[in-house]
């Protein structure tokens, strides 16, 4: 899946559930726009934790089409978001972050 998300400008990653996956962590790793849409108490949580935003623009069904066509229009912008991807996924994804919450809230007396 590496090569794959690597190889890719845009990964539409889902539109229903209002979290993000491994797909758009693989995405996000590879420094590349994953498109998804993410519930408000979601990204506030991510960003409480990671100390930024999370780097996954904001598209619903209704405004895919609105998205695709402003990264068209503002390459650089999105550019900018999917290099923030790689850090991110560093901060809340590789395995320390998990740790400290299950030794913190579950495995500590």
Do not use: K, W
């Not at 998804?36 to 409480?48: F, G, K």
């Not at 996954?56 to 999105?78: A, F, K, S």
């Amino acid at each position: 899946m590496p090569a794959v998300v690597a190889g890719a400008d845009i990964v539409l990653d889902q539109f229903r559930v209002g979290d993000y996956g491994v797909a758009a962590c693989e995405t996000m790793a590879a420094g590349r726009v994953v498109l998804a849409h993410v519930s408000e108490q979601v990204r506030s949580e991510v960003e409480r934790h990671a100390g930024f935003p999370l780097p996954i623009p904001e598209t619903t069904l209704d405004t895919i089409e609105g998205v695709l066509r402003d990264i068209v229009t503002r390459r650089d912008h999105y550019r900018a978001v999917a290099s923030r991807g790689p850090e991110f996924v560093r901060a809340l994804h590789n395995g320390e972050f998990s740790r400290s919450v299950l030794m913190r809230h579950f495995l500590e007396a």
